[in-house]
């Protein structure tokens, strides 16, 4: 009986070894999620950053906007999972149609601010808020912090380095520094205290990082400050000088000789007046009937050459650390300016806003309030940014 | 060479009673825990078990015809008591599609206990007495898992006390039934989803629009209902259409488990800050957690009374036997459950918002196969393969019953060292299918789609299963 039972059994265990192993084949690793991007190195990718790294266009934002951010096609490029933190449509606030009008996307009805999209995601890899200065990205409640609805709406009562943390970053970009600076020259007024200390800077620069690396970020590139002189935002008040000779201005907006090329006495080829001051302001007053008078050489709220001086020289202390933090840990570096004084160059930035075309104030590389980049200018710089990590790393991003 | 076998003497009988008594306490005293793999649990015996729960055309004779076919009872002769458990061990793991990461499942070793009593009244009359869990659910996540916002401790469990009665009408044809007395609880465990809920009910903005991201658990809530009673039947039919081939066919009724318990709250911090500028207009630095505490004070999250609800499906199940030679039994069951009844488990809460949990089941199908060998006397080798297709669609694959297709082989083994004793053993491993699922109901006005699916379920079981058996 023994033998015959142990064969039995024998037989036994060896059907069900053929039966485990046929179904095995039950098993359908097909049905995992999608095939992770070729580069290990983006597996999740995060991007950090203010407003131009968020996606804010036209003094507004909304899905549409977002979806044009340089991130969102870079994460293309990488073929890397990205997920934004969607604003509903017409957005928070409604993007801008006509910045003479004052028009925004969705009508005088639309509501100022849309809320989130639903349902959200678990996890964003798009981190940035519009108004971050580097500050923003460490803490949402220090008493310089910029925080603001929208803080609240994408971030969700962390921090950018809190919510990049979340998505175990293998790869992230930065693209901080420009609010450090840009709120004083859009101010017209350039103080110490609106201009973050480039000591400051670094602190704070390398605080984020280090954050970014202690949660697993292999690598990364970081963009350098956006030269804030060169937005179409800010018109040289020669500029100004030369529509008022060509009766371009109503008569009661008058623009003081002091406004003029240094050809014909003035400083107006050194002085910058803000948009939101020239246009939003003087002429506005003008065309209600007060006389105005724009005066480029005592008006506070014109950027004199010597405010100019400081801007410029606290972004070029801001990208040498950058620059700097990069070359230490490996990381690479694009700076935008070069290409943006070329497209100013060959005219493609206006100097004045081109009021016969109100839907393209600025020209084709800034969206309609003059600051933001268009989704244009976002390809271009995506497609910059790319080649620069193909640099540094190797990899090929770019087609 | 077939073994002669010898009878015991009656103090090896008395032993035996006590071993028998020892194994009804254990399983009386586990009852309380019993868990159970999946909704439906077809281990109601270990003889059965091992031919891969083929037997309404020829159950085992141990009594588990009580569950298995009623009509088996008829041409019992004396008495037959029978006990036993079956553990069922369940692995595997959900790998979420986002993020590639895998969490195991932590569900304990679930005691299934079976106990059948048999008693031949006449050459034709048969008596029965049952207890056992048809219908039963474990599963347990780690609560940081992100499908704990569906459940991560959830037990359910059906005990049927069955008494039956069976008659021999003619030689070949056998008819029993019996009265199913359904004692059933269920206890919930699940986190709540901060996104989810109203941040402005008036307005109907919820924090989610307000940017708080998906999974943001703040509250865990337990619903423990009381244990419910219930009634139904458990009919069968047998018929010998010659010396080898017999069918049967068994019909188990659907039984409505009506709840009523309580559902307590307790608050989980978020730590959420809310900065300057927030949505809510709170002041800078406020801990979201201090604005939400209110809820579990005087709010919707306050201990409330709740009822639900939730229907044992109908069981119905034919099969065949063929006496292939005089050691060879072979057989086949098709079993259909009708788990469509099965739409949603509605919550009604005193207090808080109604909610159900929305499953929409199919009917289910079973082929099982089955063979018996008796070696000789004394030892019996059983195999058997089980195919089910699951009841949930593809949208309702969750962590509460993560389940799919399932292969199941079995192997068992019996042995009858005296007389009038029999042990049996067995062995089942159910392979399952991996299958796409999710860890996320729908939002408010979403619908319950294969969208909301987000990861892979790979979950397999091992099931162990003994049943001592004495006959008197």
């Known amino acids: 009986m023994t033998t015959f039972l142990q064969q039995a059994v024998r037989r036994g265990l060896y059907l069900l070894v053929i039966a485990a192993l046929t179904l095995t084949a039950c098993e359908n690793d097909s049905l995992l999620s999608p095939e992770p991007p070729a580069e290990d190195l983006f597996t999740n990718y995060v991007a950090l950053g203010n407003s131009i790294t968020a996606g804010f266009q036209s003094d507004g934002i909304n899905g549409q906007t977002q979806q044009a951010s340089y991130a969102v096609l870079l994460a293309q490029q990488m073929g890397t999972s990205f997920t934004v933190p969607e604003l509903n449509l017409p957005g928070c606030p409604p993007p801008l149609t006509n910045p003479l009008t004052g028009e925004r996307v969705g009508g005088p009805d639309a509501p100022e601010c849309a809320l989130r999209a639903t349902p959200p995601p678990r996890r964003i890899n798009n981190t940035a808020v519009p108004g971050a200065a580097v500050l923003d990205a460490l803490s949402n409640l220090d008493m310089e912090s910029n925080a603001n609805t929208l803080t609240t709406l994408i971030l969700g009562g962390r921090t950018q380095v809190e919510r990049a943390a979340e998505v175990n970053p293998t790869f992230a970009s930065v693209w901080l520094g420009n609010n450090d600076v840009l709120g004083a020259a859009l101010s017209g007024v350039v103080t110490p205290d609106n201009v973050t200390s480039p000591d400051v800077f670094q602190q704070r620069y390398s605080a984020v990082l280090d954050q970014l690396e202690a949660a697993g970020a292999e690598g990364g590139v970081l963009v350098g400050v956006a030269d804030v002189t060169q937005v179409p935002h800010l018109s040289p008040g020669a500029a100004y000088f030369g529509a008022e000779q060509q009766g371009a201005l109503p008569p009661t907006f008058q623009v003081d000789a002091s406004c003029a090329p240094a050809a014909l006495g003035g400083v107006g080829e050194e002085t910058l007046v803000p948009f939101g001051y020239g246009f939003g302001e003087l002429l506005t007053a003008a065309q209600g009937g007060t006389e105005v008078t724009l005066n480029c050489g005592a008006d506070a709220r014109v950027l004199s050459a010597e405010e100019l001086t400081s801007l410029g020289t606290a972004v070029a202390s801001y990208n040498a650390i950058i620059e700097e933090e990069a070359t230490t840990r490996g990381w690479a570096y694009y700076s935008p300016n070069p290409t943006f004084a070329q497209l100013r160059a060959a005219g493609d930035i206006p100097l004045f806003p081109d009021v016969q075309n109100p839907t393209a104030l600025f020209g084709p590389i800034f969206s309609l309030d003059g600051v933001h980049p268009s989704s244009t200018a976002h390809e271009l710089v995506a497609e910059e940014i790319a080649d620069a990590i193909d640099a540094t790393y190797g990899t090929s991003l770019s087609p | ?472």
């Open chain 2, 1 to 472: 060479m077939k073994q002669s076998y010898t009878p015991s003497a009656q103090p090896q009988r008395t032993r035996l009673l006590a071993s028998l008594m020892l194994v009804l306490s254990f399983c009386f005293l586990t009852a309380n825990d019993a868990q159970a793999q999946g909704f439906g649990i077809f281990e109601q015996g270990t003889c059965a078990s091992a031919r891969g729960g083929a037997a309404a055309a020829n159950p085992c004779e141990d009594g588990s015809s009580v569950y298995f076919n009623p009509a088996g009872l008829a041409g019992t002769s004396g008495w037959t008591f029978s006990g036993g458990v079956s553990n069922i061990i369940q692995v595997g793991d959900y790998t979420a599609d986002d993020t590639g990461e895998s969490t195991d499942v932590d569900s304990p070793v679930s005691v299934v206990p079976h106990v059948y009593a048999a008693y031949g009244a006449t050459d034709r009359l048969g008596l029965g007495f049952g207890v056992y869990v048809p219908f039963g659910l474990n599963t347990r996540w780690p609560t940081d898992f992100r499908g704990a916002l569906l459940g991560y401790d959830n037990n359910l469990q059906s005990i049927y006390i069955q008494p039956s009665v069976a008659y021999q009408l003619t030689d070949r044809i056998k008819v029993g039934g019996g009265l199913v007395v359904s004692v059933s609880s269920v206890e919930l465990n699940q986190r709540l989803d901060l996104a989810q809920q109203l941040a402005e009910p008036d307005q109907g903005v919820t924090f989610a629009q307000l940017g708080i991201p998906r999974n943001t658990p703040f509250a865990e809530a337990t619903l423990d209902a009381d244990p419910a009673v219930s009634i139904g039947g458990n009919f069968g039919i047998q018929a010998a259409l010659t010396d080898r081939i017999s069918v049967g066919a068994r019909f188990t009724t659907p039984i409505k488990m009506e709840y009523d318990g309580e559902a307590s709250f307790r608050q989980v911090a978020t730590d959420l800050v809310l900065p300057a500028g927030n949505p809510l207009g709170a002041p800078a630095g406020t801990p979201l957690d201090g604005v939400l505490q209110q809820s579990f004070t005087e709010g919707p999250l306050v201990t409330q009374g709740i009822e639900t609800e939730i229907t044992m499906p109908a069981q119905f199940v034919a099969g065949l036997s063929v006496q292939a030679t005089e050691r060879l039994n072979l057989l086949l069951d098709y079993q259909w459950t009708g788990w469509s009844t099965l739409e949603d488990v509605p919550l009604n809460f005193e207090v808080s918002t109604d909610d159900a949990i929305v499953l929409n089941y199919n009917n289910s199908h079973n082929i099982r196969a089955g063979a018996e060998f008796d070696i000789d006397e004394v030892w019996t080798v059983r195999g058997g393969y089980v195919y089910n297709r699951p009841a949930s669609p593809d949208e309702t694959v969750t962590p509460l019953a993560p389940e799919s297709e399932r292969n199941r082989p079995t192997l068992g083994l019996g042995v009858k060292p005296f007389a009038g004793v029999e042990l049996n053993l067995a062995y089942q491993f159910v392979n399952q299918n991996d299958r796409r699922g999710r860890t996320r109901g729908a939002d408010p006005g979403e619908q319950v789609t294969t969208d909301l699916n987000d990861g892979l379920y790979r979950i397999d079981a091992h099931v162990l299963a003994t049943t001592l058996t004495v006959r008197f």
